[in-house]
């Protein structure tokens, strides 16, 4: 099958070799344009970009699409069966959703109509969530919005990190997309009921503020890291939490007291979180017990 493939993150890499290694013929990868990174700021190609590049296809990297309209003769006259996208991060103009044959097909990080938007994987983590999954849907003009063609469901445990459900709803949305073009289901129109939104991510999203309870926040730590990441403020410092787990509490403590040299840390409602691993700036992360050899949290301290 002759295909565009439009993606960004390290969640479509998978979808993109599994595209090619099936044999179907991907005309051209679209990707968001090379950004500053790293200490010397140099142009980085995004994930997609460099596994394209590994793969020997040909990449655009268009900073706009809605209104470039070279850019939609252009992907036009690639004469596509179907588009695949998986997080590409610029909403299609509907001259291109409407150009390939079978459509575009977006492979979605979660079980629609519930976590339409920018970071679903996140977002279900954060609501506590048991359970999500991937959706391919047939795209249109609204915000996640398309008809459904398949949807799988996966557990979210009690300790499952961000990191680790995006590696796994990232394979899970390869194996979905081979099937969706090999299957052709018919596309379900999405139930009205149930509909919720994963707004885009920022860094104030990581400021643990320790009136929560502690379960709170450690599904606030397991869902943001690694980014943007979760932190507090100490002595005019700022020191990441990569891993946590909720502790013992003592009730009456103030939220963000000290416990104890483990450290455990009071939350809101009598809880406490003990902090597993931490960083500091320009530092490389280290166990809680190690990192506090170096940096003193005695109990009593309050953290901001």
Same mark, same amino acid.
């Given at each position: 099958?002759?295909?565009?493939?439009?993606?960004?993150?390290?969640?479509?890499?998978?979808?993109?070799?599994?595209?090619?290694?099936?044999?179907?013929?991907?005309?051209?990868?679209?990707?968001?344009?090379?950004?500053?990174?790293?200490?010397?700021?140099?142009?980085?190609?995004?994930?997609?970009?460099?596994?394209?590049?590994?793969?020997?296809?040909?990449? !655009?990297?268009?900073?706009?699409?809605?209104?470039?309209?070279?850019?939609?003769?252009?992907?036009?006259? =690639?004469?596509?069966?179907?588009?695949?996208?998986? /997080?590409?991060?610029?909403?299609?103009? $509907?001259?291109?959703?409407? *150009?390939?044959?079978?459509?575009? =097909?977006?492979?979605?990080?979660?079980?629609?109509? !519930? &976590?339409?938007?920018? /970071?679903?994987?996140?977002?279900?983590?954060?609501?506590?969530?048991?359970?999500?999954?991937?959706?391919?849907?047939?795209?249109?003009?609204?915000?996640?919005?398309?008809?459904?063609?398949?949807?799988?469901?996966?557990?979210?445990?009690?300790?499952?990190?961000?990191?680790?459900?995006?590696?796994?709803? *990232?394979?899970?949305?390869?194996?979905?997309?081979?099937?969706?073009?090999?299957?052709?289901?018919?596309?379900?129109?999405?139930?009205?009921?149930?509909?919720?939104?994963?707004? $885009?991510?920022? $860094?104030?999203? %990581?400021?643990?503020? &320790?009136?929560?309870?502690?379960? *709170?926040?450690?599904?606030?730590?397991?869902?943001?890291?690694?980014?943007?990441?979760?932190?507090?403020?100490? *002595?005019?410092?700022?020191?990441?939490?990569?891993?946590?787990?909720?502790?013992?509490?003592?009730?009456?403590?103030?939220?963000?007291?000290?416990?104890?040299?483990?450290?455990?840390?009071?939350?809101?409602?009598?809880? /406490?979180?003990?902090?597993?691993?931490?960083?500091?700036?320009?530092?490389?992360?280290?166990?809680?017990?190690?990192?506090?050899?170096?940096?003193?949290?005695?109990?009593?301290?309050?953290? %901001?």
């Amino acid at each position: 099958m002759r295909l565009a493939f439009l993606g960004s993150s390290d969640f479509g890499v998978p979808a993109l070799r599994a595209l090619v290694a099936a044999g179907h013929e991907v005309a051209m990868v679209y990707a968001q344009p090379p950004r500053p990174a790293g200490r010397g700021q140099r142009a980085t190609p995004c994930p997609v970009h460099r596994a394209a590049l590994e793969l020997g296809l040909p990449v !655009r990297t268009p900073a706009r699409l809605r209104r470039e309209t070279a850019e939609h003769q252009a992907f036009a006259a =690639l004469d596509l069966d179907a588009a695949v996208v998986a /997080a590409y991060g610029l909403l299609l103009p $509907k001259p291109m959703l409407e *150009a390939p044959r079978r459509g575009c =097909l977006n492979i979605h990080a979660s079980l629609l109509p !519930r &976590w339409r938007g920018a /970071a679903p994987i996140q977002a279900a983590i954060l609501a506590g969530d048991t359970e999500t999954g991937v959706t391919i849907m047939r795209m249109d003009e609204g915000l996640d919005t398309g008809p459904i063609l398949l949807r799988e469901a996966v557990p979210i445990g009690p300790r499952t990190t961000a990191q680790e459900l995006h590696d796994r709803l *990232a394979e899970l949305g390869a194996q979905l997309i081979l099937r969706a073009l090999a299957e052709n289901p018919p596309a379900v129109p999405q139930p009205a009921e149930g509909v919720t939104y994963a707004p $885009k991510l920022t $860094k104030a999203d %990581g400021r643990l503020d &320790w009136r929560e309870d502690a379960a *709170a926040l450690d599904r606030r730590v397991r869902a943001l890291n690694p980014w943007p990441g979760t932190f507090f403020e100490h *002595a005019g410092t700022t020191i990441r939490v990569l891993a946590a787990e909720p502790a013992a509490g003592e009730p009456g403590a103030r939220p963000g007291t000290v416990l104890d040299a483990t450290p455990r840390i009071a939350c809101g409602g009598g809880t /406490a979180l003990r902090l597993l691993c931490l960083q500091r700036p320009g530092r490389a992360p280290l166990p809680a017990e190690e990192f506090l050899r170096g940096y003193a949290l005695p109990p009593g301290t309050v953290l %901001g």
